[in-house]
């Protein structure tokens, strides 16, 4: 066991949780286009996102056990378990991004020192600092023409891929985990921007947002 | 508004324009009539509207000259009304549309008898080139009535003063091959890249694409060449892998192949863009685009040549004159002269005795034309007259008639007797200028070629020309270029590509031009009647020569003496004829007098565009805490704090007041000072750096990035740190706390979270790799309330399960447990002085915690403050705020902080090694104290310069000056924190701030603590 | 605006996305008490500025945030190429020297007014 303090932020008990969204529904609403829509937008609220450092090797043995998928070791890549529920995403040359259900990530961390024992590595939770927005339907890729600076043409951003870049003024990691759904992590503090934005940029296509 | 007039310059058959339907448009006020298809210029021209415009300088009139961006004339303010205004247009670029409402922008006060043409025809001789430094530089104090009124007088389009109702947006665009220009090589080259299957972008700045085919007497496969521009067209725009952007002018061309397009949306339909579905069209785009190979295919602009009187309403360039008959189906005039240097110009003279009008004389430069266009002509009747030129226009304006003569070019003399032929058009062309704007951009210098009279783009990686701009005219060859221009890009970007058969162009046989840009006239050119170089900025052939006599040589400084190529022209049409009178006069060749550079923008782009959706709500990020809402609900006033919105003071309602009247900030700011000091105040400190730092060399690495020692910090303990840079320089500060062995948790100042984290990093990546350690950002994780006063242990102790016992829990440590049900690490800092925890939780939970620390907090009288209450509690114990207190010439010592310095530390920690350099131990250097003004009445205003003798003659010697300053509520009393040279030494001395009011205020030198000295409130 | 290779991301990305950290390979003296002041102010103040090759670092800010090195010609701008942390450049000013003698000078460079 590493010799670092642990700590479970959450609580079993029925107390009301903010999305970071939370004040942004309530300023900017959750435009329902109807079924013309050619977007949905859509926040994964309460994920677990843990933030994992250390060498791949060392790691990569430690999530296959625990999370049952392997690290992945390429730059910009993305894996998923098989529900698509749980996910890693290469950040760094020594840093990914574990996104779970709401809830697995203390168990998750603690299971992963456990494993890791005394190697250099480390586990930060971050899962209050950031949200997930889904982002699907036919005007997507062109909404997120508008928004990153990335490349997201499909030659060049294929399924499986993820990167951290440029949203507007602020930043976001942008990850592609199917065909038709894009994924954007954003952070808590910079929320109500990246929503204003998006529903700016979204309004010409007509949105859904499903709160 | 008067009548509709007649389009009595309207052809009755030809042009691209639909006759069947009818526009109105208004310019200068007068209702005019042209047909869809047509540009603001043409549909003026067809009207028979000779002057559009006033020139800058010497306020001539002015008619259009050319049909395409070279414009220099033609440019318009555009909008029907005050919100749509644009200035800047040009009327040979903007689509005619019904309801158009344009106006000359220069030529106040009325274009047609002007004002300024009496001060024109006066002051002309005496605005030589230099003018306006000459002339308006003494006095200085005057320059601003002289800037208003020559602005005025000079038109240079004016802003809306109302807001702009349209939307503008950005697309990050990326692609294998850009192509700029959609002409015959443009075509051909993003056919070949279409092929091969790699993302091809064409971007084409007119209403169609197709360039000068579209206008074209010639030929492909025995079909007029606008027929395979249709079938090109056809096919790209079936391609999966081809974006074309008509409208969209290629504008910048910066590094590495970054291309930003200015796609104009809906211009050509409405002055607002129109609403469809409910939304507002995007009116402009700006297309960011990261090219892999770029072709530019920007084709030429035609050179005028420059004579006596060029500038007469009537003059035009001969490729324009063809445009209008063929593209729009106007002729420009009825009689025409043309004078040329070489073959291409001929056209103009073959459209236009085709369209029923009468061609005076060719009058052709060269002593023995040959070829198949002069054999055309010969056999259309066309009068040829060899070895001559137009050497002056007459008429004011309107041309009423060509003097034309034998020259001598070599000798640069008129030759031959002068004969005067009557006219009402003098088309000229001196062969072509290649559009090498964009690759100038990248910084490339362009190469002279004597075989085609003009510089073609020197070339920088992944860029390749085809076509006019690469000094290729025959139209056989132009496609030639672009196919394999094309499949270059195409092959670069690893695409191959199938074979692309060239259509067959007719081979005309072409005889060589004569290089001519200056024509000579029978008195020299300083005496001579004006010779225009640059139209738009009034710039002479007089105006360089006397530029050369006063000693410039360089085209550079020749450009910035007479404005040549100024502004939104960027010497389109004038830059190579002024160099050519440059290198005349100087005696030495055109690139020997050197090259010419262009600037980003090609063309004027609206304001709208360059912003796109940055602007009013989107402008900036603003970043929330957890908490925000309930800021905001709570009355707050915000202050930006970086990118964060952190409230500043909550002012309440004033008791008893009517209409609900607030507090002053004073008065809030003195309530929640007090709340603080006397019961318990609640703090939204979320926005802290926070940053979480694993690994079993963790406090090494705390020990070397810090001032301070951290070898003994034990598990539960927090402590304060300064950071220094390896200057020596205080850069940030903090509380980190010791988590677990190997774990602590760092925090930054708010402003500082982003760039502390990348010190970091710098540090561990780039010199001290060998320590294991990792850092993660955890600030928006965590939400931070600090709760603070004597009330604060009850209020915590009611919803927490921690023991909160001052024995058990102390000053500096930190515990976790739960408040109000939820999990939370709780540290016992301060920075008020008071009785204080920070209370950290999962941000999700942040409402719910805070909520519940209001229900129970009533009783004690709990009161939020914000940054500024923060501000004077911190300031009345001495505590400094990094940026405030330090501007990045302050060192640990200078701040009297030498507590906080670990001197005996094994490792020589960042910035140890300055504080021994012999400036940072230099005894008089700004140190920080207390400052108490004598009237305790007075708040010192910050940034006040401290002198020792306000009776000393100014200037007097500044010792230093007030970093901060309040008024104390618990002390009644102003006082500040203040750098002062040898301030340590100082205490109990009196110096002065003497203010711009001449007021000068007394204060007494005191410890930087103004509050329980002891600290012992903290302990409690 | 650049187009910058990241030796760890292994892609091209958009300078929007870097920091530039001044000169590089520039290291702390292992013994800083033993530099004189003058030592010590050359390391901490005096850095190159030369007209051609230039070695740079570059933080990948909105990305992978690893330091790495750039080498970059000062007046063309364009990147010659990019390295990890640690390593050494191939392309210096010596090695670029060296290659066009023999060679016309090239005609790419232009000049930035
Ligand atoms: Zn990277």
């Known amino acids: ?59 990569d043995e430690a999530v296959r056990d625990v999370l049952g998928i392997s690290l992945p070791g390429q730059p910009q890549a993305l894996v998923q378990d098989a529900s698509g529920e749980r996910s890693i995403q290469w950040l760094s040359p020594d840093e990914w991004l574990v996104i779970v259900p709401g809830g697995e990530e203390f168990p998750l961390e603690t299971k992963l020192r456990e494993h890791l024992g005394s190697a250099h590595f480390a586990i930060s939770d971050v899962s209050g600092g950031q949200t997930l927005v889904e982002i699907s339907g036919e005007a997507a890729r062109e909404l997120l023409m508008k928004t990153v600076i990335y490349d997201v043409h499909p030659s060049h951003f294929p399924v499986g891929k993820g990167v951290t870049t440029v949203f507007g003024k602020a930043t976001t990691i942008i990850r592609r985990p199917s065909e038709d759904r894009w994924e954007l992590v954003i952070r808590r503090s910079f929320a109500d921007y990246c929503y204003r934005w998006l529903l700016d940029a979204a309004a010409e296509y007509g949105v859904n947002v499903q709160q | 508004m008067s009548q509709s007039k007649q389009q009595v310059f309207r052809l009755n058959t030809g042009g691209r324009i639909d006759r069947s339907r009818t526009l109105s448009f208004t310019f200068n006020g007068q209702r005019y009539q042209g047909h869809p298809g047509d540009t603001l210029a043409s549909a003026l021209l067809a009207n028979g509207v000779d002057i559009v415009n006033r020139s800058f300088k010497y306020s001539r009139p002015r008619g259009i000259v050319a049909a395409g961006a070279e414009e220099p004339n033609a440019i318009v303010q555009l909008g029907s009304s005050e919100a749509a205004q644009v200035p800047n247009v040009r009327a040979t670029q903007q689509a005619l549309y019904e309801g158009l409402a344009a106006s000359s922008t220069n030529g106040w006060p009325n274009v047609q008898r002007d004002l300024m043409g009496l001060f024109g025809k006066l002051g002309g001789q005496f605005m030589p080139p230099g003018f306006y430094y000459k002339t308006f530089m003494a006095p200085a104090s005057m320059w601003l009535t002289y800037e208003k009124y020559i602005r005025k007088a000079a038109g240079l389009g004016r802003s809306p003063m109302e807001a702009d109702p349209d939307n503008y947006n950005h697309f990050n665009q990326h692609c294998d091959v850009l192509v700029v220009g959609a002409g015959a090589a443009g075509l051909a080259a993003a056919l070949a890249a279409a092929r091969s299957g790699a993302r091809v972008m064409v971007a084409d700045e007119q209403e169609e694409m197709g360039g000068s085919l579209l206008a074209s007497r010639e030929t492909l496969e025995d079909k007029l060449a606008d027929q395979w521009v ?65 072709i530019l295919s920007t084709g030429a602009h035609e050179r005028p040549l420059v004579y006596a009187g060029n500038d007469v309403p009537g003059n035009m360039l001969a490729g324009a004159v063809s445009t209008y008959i063929r593209r729009y189906g106007v002729a420009p005039g009825r009689k025409l002269v043309l004078s040329t240097s070489n073959d291409y110009g001929y056209r103009a003279a073959l459209d236009w005795k085709e369209a029923g009008c009468e061609v005076v004389a060719i009058v052709d430069a060269r002593e023995a034309p040959a070829s198949d266009w002069v054999d055309a002509a010969r056999a259309q009747g066309i009068k040829i007259i060899t070895g001559s030129a137009v050497i002056e226009a007459k008429g004011s304006n309107r041309v009423t008639a060509a003097r034309v003569a034998k020259i001598d070019i070599v000798a640069f003399k008129v030759s031959g007797p002068v004969q005067e032929l009557a006219c009402d058009t003098i088309a000229s062309s001196g062969g072509y200028s290649p559009v090498i704007h964009l690759a100038s951009h990248t910084g490339a210098r362009p190469t002279w070629r004597d075989d085609i009279i003009g510089f073609v783009p020197g070339l920088v990686k992944g860029v390749q020309a085809c076509g006019g701009v690469n000094g290729t005219y025959a139209l056989g060859d132009v496609l030639a270029e672009g196919v394999e221009a094309g499949i270059k890009a195409a092959a670069a970007m690893g695409h191959a590509v199938q074979t692309v058969t060239l259509p067959s162009a007719e081979r005309l046989q072409q005889g060589p031009a004569v290089a001519l840009f200056q024509v000579p006239h029978e008195k020299p050119t300083l005496r001579g009647p004006k010779q225009f170089v640059d139209l738009q900025n009034d710039v002479t052939a007089a105006g360089i020569e006397l530029a050369t006599r006063e000693g410039f040589e360089s085209i550079e400084h020749i450009k910035r003496y007479t404005a040549m190529g100024f502004g939104t022209d960027q010497g389109k049409l004038g830059n190579i004829n002024g160099m050519a009178i440059a290198a005349r006069c100087l005696k030495r060749s055109i690139p020997e007098v050197g090259t010419t550079v262009f600037r980003p923008n090609y063309t004027p782009v609206t304001f709208g565009a360059i912003v796109g959706r940055h602007c009013r709500d989107l402008f900036d990020p603003e970043r929330y805490t957890a908490l925000h809402q309930w800021h905001v609900e709570r009355g707050a006033e915000f202050e930006d704090v970086g990118q964060w919105k952190r409230p500043w003071y909550y002012p309440q309602k004033r008791a008893g007041a009517v209409n609900g009247e607030r507090e002053s900030m004073a008065e809030a700011v003195a309530r929640e000072c007090l709340a603080v000091r006397e019961k318990v105040g609640i703090l939204d400190a979320s926005t802290l750096g926070k940053i979480d730092i694993q690994g079993p060399d963790a406090r090494e690495f705390l020990a070397r990035i810090y001032t301070n020692k951290w070898e003994k910090l034990a598990v539960g303990k927090c402590r304060y740190g300064l950071m220094c840079k390896d200057d020596g320089m205080v850069t940030d500060d903090g509380v980190t706390s010791c988590l677990a062995d190997n774990h602590f948790l760092m925090t930054t100042t708010t402003g500082g979270a982003a760039a502390i984290l990348e010190w970091l990093e710098l540090w561990h990546q780039t010199e001290w ?115 405030q207190e330090t501007d990045g010439s302050v060192t640990p010592e200078d701040l009297g902080m030498q507590w906080c310095v670990g001197y005996d530390k094994p490792y020589s920690w960042i910035g140890k090694r300055a504080l021994t350099r012999s400036d940072t131990k230099r005894e008089n250097r700004k140190q920080l104290v207390g400052l108490r003004p004598k009237d305790p009445k007075v708040v010192l205003e910050e940034g006040a310069q401290i002198v020792l003798d306000p009776k000393h003659a100014i200037p007097m010697p500044m010792v230093g000056h007030v970093t901060s300053s309040y008024y104390s509520p618990i002390l009644d009393s102003g006082f500040a924190l203040a750098v002062v040279k040898g301030g340590h030494q100082k205490l109990g001395d009196t110096v002065y701030l003497p203010m711009a009011d001449g007021q000068t205020h007394e204060a007494e030198i005191v410890s930087t603590i103004f509050y329980d000295p002891k600290g012992e409130r903290q302990h409690v | 605006m650049f187009y910058i290779y990241c030796p760890y991301c292994g892609e091209h990305r958009e300078e929007e996305e870097f920091h530039p950290k001044g000169q590089a390979h520039i290291e702390r003296p292992k013994e800083p008490e033993a530099c004189s002041d003058e030592e010590w102010g050359n390391y901490l103040f005096f850095r190159d500025n030369p007209r051609g090759v230039h070695h740079e670092m570059w933080v990948h800010a909105v990305g992978c945030r690893k330091f790495f090195n750039v080498t970059r010609h000062t007046v063309s701008y364009e990147i010659l190429e990019t390295y990890k942390m640690g390593e050494q450049p191939s392309i210096t000013a010596d090695s670029q020297s060296q290659a066009r003698e023999g060679a016309a000078v090239s005609q790419q460079e232009g000049v930035r007014a």
């Open chain 1, 1 to 59: 066991m590493s010799n670092a303090a642990t700590f479970d932020t959450r609580t079993d008990t029925a107390i009301p949780v903010e999305s970071p969204l939370a004040y942004s529904y309530r300023r900017s609403g959750a435009p329902q286009a109807g079924g013309p829509s050619r977007l949905q937008l859509r926040e994964r609220a309460m994920l677990g996102h843990l933030i994992l450092r250390g060498g791949a090797i060392v790691l």
């Open chain 2, 230 to 294: 249709a079938r090109v067209l056809d096919e790209l725009a079936g391609c999966e892998n081809v974006t074309l952007l008509p409208r969209t002018t290629a504008n910048g061309y910066h590094d590495h192949n970054f291309v930003t397009l200015h796609e104009r949306r809906t211009e050509h339909l409405s002055d607002t863009a129109p609403v469809e579905n409910g939304h507002r069209q995007v009116r402009a785009r700006l297309h960011r685009v990261r090219a892999g190979q770029v």
């Open chain 2, 769 to 883: 790799p060998e320590l294991d350690v990792y850092f993660s950002s955890v600030t928006d994780h965590w939400a931070t309330m600090t709760i603070t006063g004597p009330e604060a242990r009850k209020l915590l102790a009611e919803i927490s399960d921690i023991d909160l016992d001052r024995d058990s829990f102390k000053f500096m440590d930190w515990r976790s447990g739960k408040v109000a049900g939820v999990p939370a690490r709780v540290f016992r800092i301060s920075f008020t002085g008071e009785l204080t925890f920070e209370i950290n939780v999962q941000a999700n939970y942040a409402m719910h915690v805070w909520q519940t620390l209001f229900k129970h907090g009533e009783k004690y009288g709990l009161t939020p403050y914000g940054t500024e209450t923060m501000h004077v509690l911190r300031a009345e114990k001495g505590f400094i705020i990094v940026g």
